[in-house]
Structure formats: structure tokens, C-alpha cells
């Protein structure tokens, strides 16, 4: 059995009072890639994703839990979809990668 792992960021941002969770997730291979489509560019960077690296199903634990996520990856992607946290029509792919973004907002 194969384990796939993503690398997973986690930054707690001040709302004006109330903390939201802001999750950048990518494939463990894409760290550090940039994707180009005419004027459309997907950097995979250190800043944004690159934090701890974890199995994929903790992924998915901490990416139910935030409340903005940018997601990188066919790994990570079709997890998400097959879990029900994103629907297959939100997902984009800039030359062939797909991505998607959450966004949860409370009142």
C-alpha cells in the first residue's frame, strides 16, 4: 500500500477580532514548482506550502477544520472530492495540475 503525503500549512489569521484557519496543501511533489498557462502562473511555494509534511488523511483532518484552503494536486484534490469537501466542478488546472479553493465563512 502506497502512503501519499502532502505537504500542509497552517496560519491562524486575525479577522478582526476572530481567528480564521488559512491552509495551503499540495502533492509532496510539487513543492517548489511553478506551472505556467499563457498568462496564468501556480507557484507552489516554500512560504505558502511548504510546512510539515503528513500523511494524506491528516490532510484532511486539518483541511476540515480551517476555514480557507488552496488545494494542489491530484493526490490531495481527488481526496477532497471523494471525502465531499470539494465538488469536482470547483476544481481548475493551470497546464494539467488541478487545484481547488474552500472557503467557509461563519456568522
Request: glycine fraction near 10%; aromatic fraction near 6%.
Amino acid at each position: 500500500m502506497v502512503v501519499l503525503r502532502v505537504y500542509i500549512k497552517v496560519v491562524e489569521v486575525d479577522d478582526g477580532g476572530s481567528l480564521r484557519k488559512v491552509v495551503g496543501v499540495c502533492d509532496e511533489d510539487l513543492l517548489g514548482k511553478v506551472f505556467r498557462d499563457g498568462d496564468l502562473v501556480l507557484e507552489i511555494n516554500e512560504e505558502f506550502f511548504g510546512g510539515d509534511i503528513v500523511e494524506i488523511d491528516e490532510a484532511i483532518a486539518l483541511v476540515e477544520s480551517s476555514n480557507n484552503v488552496l488545494a494542489v494536486g491530484e493526490n490531495i484534490v481527488s481526496k477532497l472530492i471523494e471525502v465531499g469537501l470539494a465538488h469536482p466542478l470547483a476544481v481548475n488546472r493551470i497546464s494539467g495540475i488541478p487545484y481547488t479553493i474552500i472557503l467557509r465563512y461563519e456568522s
